[in-house]
């Protein structure tokens, strides 16, 4: 792999830092970042960003500001080669995003993004994973609540197994027991923008339904039979009772299988992984799950039709919104990912967060992520491309959500 990336005027530029989850990412960066990390905020206007400085506090008193338009290859270029690290909340992605993944992957600048995309993934994957490797740069999708805990949590599942030599993952399930937080504008507008192209065009419709979407050899995957995901309530004792479909499950099942498949299905080839949500048990915990997978499914169902959209279009947040700062201090999400190996040894990696995921948690999440790229270049995995969290940043990224407050532990079950 091509040595580190070399100085240049920024370590960091936080792109869309006017937005509303890239002013809690420039907050949390002012709070945390190390005095040595040049950052600087990024996006189309002074005016907004320099309002957003005004109120970070001394610390953020002199970071630059980056004037770049996302649509102007030239600024997207500029921006790209003049730092180490580009970390944007600029979405939707597939709309947005192509032409700074592929100036980043061209200058080898490092790149961190909160994307849900699959279909924008599948395109960073199929045009710029060449010359980001070449280049050395690492473009890391996915650095909030998608898909972080999913991808982390898997990975301390591995590790522990490899450690106390049990084998192999075989049957692994991530679930949310409990949680609460605000439904992110952002996440549906790219929600929205999915669905119409799956509308449009029966290719994407396939990639979105393909369990191994993101594989980087989608022949070498192995023939495990259906591996789909849940679409209905599923019934198991040993994790908890009654159980629905987790909303955010399509995107993170096929990141956990491309971090797999990138390190040579080191988690093993006939790792079978899903993500739920607990209903719980009786009396009550059926028609918990029912209401929770009615609501996904009346959600989807919603946005695809015209009629019901422009009704869901009032009532959704817009992009750029959030809930107030005593709302996202009250937020949280506890997870446990079960896995069983090979050796049947049964294992829990257990995650507890405070803090709205979409946004608190993932401000935090975010922001690690974008440091570890810049700050611990040195200790990450030896790897470029078109990557995931786990294969990018690793244990290294684990350490620094751990020093932040949040909790990833495994135990035996």
Not at 11 to 39: C, K, M, N
Request: net charge neutral; hydrophobic share 40%; with cysteine.
């Amino acid at each position: 792999m091509p040595s580190p990336t070399p100085d240049r005027e920024h370590d960091v530029v936080l792109f869309g830092a006017s937005g509303f989850v890239g002013q809690l990412t420039a907050e949390y960066l002012a709070r945390r970042a190390p005095d040595d990390v040049r950052i600087a905020l990024g996006g189309r206007s002074r005016g907004k960003l320099e309002q957003v400085r005004a109120g970070l506090g001394e610390r953020a008193a002199s970071w630059p500001i980056v004037v770049a338009d996302s649509g102007d290859a030239a600024s997207v270029t500029a921006l790209a080669e003049s730092t180490r690290v580009v970390a944007t909340t600029v979405g939707p992605y597939m709309r947005y995003g192509l032409p700074l993944v592929a100036a980043c992957a061209a200058a080898g600048t490092h790149y961190a993004d909160l994307t849900g995309e699959v279909l924008f993934m599948r395109r960073s994957i199929d045009e710029h994973d060449a010359a980001a490797r070449a280049s050395g740069a690492r473009i890391v999708h996915t650095c909030g609540f998608d898909s972080i805990p999913s991808d982390l949590g898997v990975l301390a599942l591995h590790l522990h197994a490899r450690e106390h030599g049990l084998g192999d993952l075989r049957d692994t399930t991530l679930v949310v027991t409990s949680t609460r937080g605000g439904v992110s504008g952002g996440t549906v507008d790219s929600l929205r923008g999915q669905l119409d192209i799956a509308r449009r065009d029966p290719a994407a419709r396939r990639v979105m339904t393909d369990p191994y979407a993101l594989s980087p050899d989608r022949a070498a995957e192995p023939d495990l039979g259906p591996e789909r995901d849940p679409m209905s309530i599923v019934h198991d004792p040993a994790l908890g009772g009654f159980l629905a479909p987790f909303v955010m499950g399509s995107v993170n099942t096929r990141v956990v299988r491309r971090s797999n498949a990138l390190q040579g299905h080191v988690y093993g080839r006939e790792l079978r992984y899903r993500e739920l949500m607990l209903g719980g048990g009786l009396p009550f915990g059926p028609a918990r799950a029912a209401a929770i997978a009615g609501g996904i499914g009346a959600l989807v169902a919603g946005l695809s039709l015209s009629p019901t959209r422009k009704l869901l279009d009032r009532l959704l947040p817009d992009p750029g919104e959030g809930p107030s700062a005593e709302a996202r201090d009250r937020g949280f999400f506890h997870i446990d990912v079960h896995g069983r190996t090979s050796s049947g040894a049964n294992l829990v990696s257990e995650i507890r967060v405070s803090g709205d995921p979409g946004y608190k948690a993932t401000a935090e999440m975010f922001g690690e992520s974008a440091l570890a790229l810049a700050a611990d270049e040195e200790r990450l995995p030896p790897v470029a491309g078109v990557l995931t969290p786990a294969t990018a940043l690793g244990e290294v990224l684990t350490e620094r959500l751990r020093r932040a407050g949040h909790t990833y532990r495994v135990r035996s079950a």
